[in-house]
């Protein structure tokens, strides 16, 4: 309920200045083989205006099977990325609080989500980023029964490579308003510093949050259901890195509106011990 408040404040918030475009709700969809889906009311109240909103990855193209081995989608209508084998990154505002939670099932190891070679495994548990009240601290670990046999993606431990361009991925809609995907799209989006996006969105948490896109045109963005997905580049060792995790913004690649990920760096040490506290 006080859940449901503050998501409703945010969504009222940012409708004063963007025609209820921003939206931090996982989307409700309705794909086959994908249980649990559900609209929060904050997002339907945003579809209702549904000729100015957002919805997947925009601007991209298909990822290869086996390209990003990390990426998994979830069924509240999110994507996470692959810590540990059996501990998922995603965005808080695609959970419901922490505790035991089987209720949730992560699709690993695919690109196409009705391919046969997909791994679905339940959660076992949720931990919601402490003090997460809807503005900044984005992040929540998902605790799976058993590991997905994939490459897992390490996260960034300091703001060095808060910087470049980056990598999105996730099944998310490819347009404001539009569907979710069967196929997971990528897409290349540059770093938007601090003082740009403090500029487009006044409610920007700089600590916790990291804005990407292109300022000028737009065009390339993540959207709704991509939430939770990670944001990652090459370190220059050759590592890819995860700097982001898929938060918000106001419509989806629109000229001056970059999306907003949480900085994970910030992060990283409370994301470290609590996966290690998850057992
Ligand atoms: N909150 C959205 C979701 O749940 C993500 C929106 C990202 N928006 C953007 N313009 N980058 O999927």
């Known amino acids: 309920m006080q859940k449901q408040r503050k998501k409703i404040a945010r969504l009222i918030a940012g409708a004063a200045v963007a025609l209820a475009a921003v939206s931090l ?148 809609a490819d347009k404001e308003g539009g569907e979710q995907q069967q196929k997971m799209l990528k897409a290349e989006v540059p770093f938007v510093d601090d003082a740009t996006c403090k500029g487009a969105y006044s409610e920007l948490v700089e600590k916790e949050e990291l804005c990407a896109g292109f300022m000028d045109k737009g065009e390339i963005d993540s959207c709704q259901g991509d939430s939770g997905g990670p944001m990652f580049r090459k370190t220059e060792g050759g590592e890819f890195i995860q700097v982001g995790i898929v938060s918000w913004g106001e419509g989806c690649a629109r000229p001056g509106k970059p999306g907003v990920y949480t900085e994970v760096s910030t992060f990283a040490a409370d994301i470290k011990k609590a996966a290690a506290d998850l057992g």
């Not at 670990?141 to 996260?155: F, G, N, R, S, V």
Request: charged share 25%; aromatic share 4%; hydrophobic share 35%.
């Open 25 to 172: 709700a996982p989307m409700g969809i309705a794909m086959a083989g994908e249980d649990g889906a559900k609209k929060a009311p904050s997002q339907a109240a945003v579809e209702q205006h549904s000729d100015d909103i957002s919805a997947k990855i925009v601007g991209g193209t298909e990822a290869e099977k086996g390209e990003f081995p990390w990426m998994v989608r979830l069924s509240m209508g999110c994507g996470g990325a692959l810590f540990e084998k059996d501990v998922v990154l995603t965005a808080a505002h695609c959970v419901d609080g922490s505790g035991p939670n089987d209720s949730i099932t992560a699709t690993g190891g695919v690109v196409d989500l009705e391919d046969s070679d997909k791994v679905e495994v339940k959660s076992t548990e949720v931990l919601q980023a402490p003090g997460y009240d809807g503005k900044g601290k984005d992040w929540a670990l998902i605790k799976l029964a058993e590991p997905i046999d994939q490459e897992t993606l390490p996260i960034a431990e300091d703001d060095s490579n808060n910087k470049g361009d980056f990598t999105i991925a996730g099944w998310g």
